[in-house]
T-cell receptor, first 113, second 110 residues
Framework: DAGVIQSPRHEVTEMGQEVTLRCKPI?????LFWYRQTMMRGLELLIY????????DSGMPEDRFSAKMPNASFSTLKIQPSEPRDSAVYFC???????????FGQGTRLTVV | GQQVMQIPQYQHVQEGEDFTTYCNSS?????IQWYKQRPGGHPVFLIQ?????EVKKQKRLTFQFGEAKKNSSLHITATQTTDVGTYFC??????????FGAGTILRVKS
C-alpha cells in the first residue's frame, strides 16, 4: 500500500484565493483525520470522519474552513477565502478504527501571501 | 477541552545520555499513543498503551502508562543521533478524539 497520499505537497497562494487540499486514505481504513501544524500551536486536530461521516469538527477554526469525504477513498479540506494566518503544514491521517494507530500523509505545506 | 500537557518542550543531550519526555492529562485516558516526527517529516506511530501501569519496550525506548491512566512517559536509553526529532504523545478519551501534546524536541550532540 502506498500509504496516505496528500496533494499538493506545496501550495503558495494569494490572500483571498480558494485553496483545496486533497487526501486519499489507506484502503480499508474507516477513520480519517485532518490536522494542522504550526510552530505556535503545534499539531491541532481540525476535523475527523468515521465511515465517511464527520464526527467532530470543533477544531475547524472558522467558517472559511470546510471538509468533505464523499467516499471512503477521498477527502478534501477547503479554505475560502484564504488568509496569511492559514499558512501551515496540513496533515491528513487515517486509521482502521478510531482508537488504533494513525498513519499520516506527507503533509501539504500551505503558504498564503 | 481535553488536553495533554507534555514536558519538556525541548531537550538537547550529548550522544549516549538518556532522555525522558512526560505527558499528563487532567482526566483519565482510554489509551495513549506515542509518535515521532523527524525534521521536515510527518508523525510516525511508535506505540500504543492501553492498560493501567503498562510498560512496553522497543529496543532502547521504554514507554510507561501511569496507574491512574492520566500520565505517560517515554524514556530513551543511550541516545543516538538517529533519535533526533520531535516526540509526541497523543491521548485518546472515550469520545474517540485523538489529541496531541505539544511535543518534545530532542537534539543529540555527537
Amino acid at each position: 500500500d502506498a500509504g496516505v497520499i496528500q496533494s499538493p505537497r506545496h501550495e503558495v497562494t494569494e490572500m483571498g484565493q480558494e485553496v483545496t487540499l486533497r487526501c486519499k486514505p489507506i484502503s480499508g481504513h474507516n477513520s480519517l483525520f485532518w490536522y494542522r501544524q504550526t510552530m505556535m500551536r503545534g499539531l491541532e486536530l481540525l476535523i475527523y470522519f468515521n465511515n465517511n461521516v464527520p464526527i467532530d469538527d470543533s477544531g475547524m477554526p472558522e467558517d472559511r474552513f470546510s471538509a468533505k469525504m464523499p467516499n471512503a477513498s477521498f477527502s478534501t479540506l477547503k479554505i475560502q477565502p484564504s488568509e496569511p494566518r492559514d499558512s501551515a503544514v496540513y496533515f491528513c491521517a487515517s486509521s482502521k478504527l478510531l482508537n488504533t494507530e494513525a498513519f499520516f500523509g506527507q503533509g501539504t505545506r500551505l503558504t498564503v501571501v | 477541552g481535553q488536553q495533554v500537557m507534555q514536558i519538556p518542550q525541548y531537550q538537547h543531550v550529548q550522544e549516549g545520555e538518556d532522555f525522558t519526555t512526560y505527558c499528563n492529562s487532567s482526566t483519565t485516558l482510554s489509551n495513549i499513543q506515542w509518535y515521532k516526527q523527524r525534521p521536515g517529516g510527518h508523525p510516525v506511530f511508535l506505540i500504543q498503551l492501553v492498560k493501567s501501569g503498562e510498560v512496553k519496550k522497543q529496543k532502547r525506548l521504554t514507554f510507561q502508562f501511569g496507574e491512574a491512566k492520566k500520565n505517560s512517559s517515554l524514556h530513551i536509553t543511550a541516545t543516538q543521533t538517529t533519535d533526533v526529532g520531535t516526540y509526541f504523545c497523543a491521548g485518546l478519551w472515550r469520545g474517540n478524539k485523538l489529541v496531541f501534546g505539544a511535543g518534545t524536541i530532542l537534539r543529540v550532540k555527537s
